[in-house]
Nanobody, 125 residues
Framework: QVQLVESGGGVVQAGDSLRLSCAASGWTFSSAVMGWFRQAPGKEREFVAA???????????NYADSVKGRFTISRDDAKNTVYLEMNSLKPEDTAVYYC???????????????WGQGTRVTVSS
């Protein structure tokens, strides 16, 4: 049984930083593409960042334009965990953040097979 469990969300002020974690179990994490998505109230789920397997494309990354330069995705295959380091947070980053696992690098939520339950991030101005 595949499980993805996010943690690290919270309430912060604009300009602060947060690090989200997603611990995976139940499948071959090291060969998976891992992504982060977010969903704000009343909006569709949107792509944030993704990282390929280290054994393919050396853990290449891809970011949404809205977070490029502020967010960093990384993975630790020894811990079956993917991270999202978020710096210079803005009120518009407020959302529930979800991690997802799949087989190919994509910005489409439908391309991912497994999802976590989400962790809420609130950024106050």
């Amino acid at each position: 049984q595949v499980q993805l469990v996010e943690s690290g969300g919270g309430v912060v002020q604009a300009g602060d930083s947060l690090r989200l974690s997603c611990a995976a179990s139940g499948w071959t994490f090291s060969s998976a593409v891992m992504g982060w998505f977010r969903q704000a109230p009343g909006k569709e789920r949107e792509f944030v960042a993704a990282i390929t397997a280290l054994t393919w494309n050396s853990g290449g990354t891809n970011y949404a334009d809205s977070v490029k330069g502020r967010f960093t995705i990384s993975r630790d295959d020894a811990k079956n965990t993917v991270y999202l380091e978020m710096n210079s947070l803005k009120p518009e980053d407020t959302a529930v953040y979800y991690c997802a696992g799949g087989r190919k690098l994509s910005r489409r939520p439908g391309s991912y097979d497994y999802w976590g339950q989400g962790t809420r991030v609130t950024v106050s101005s």
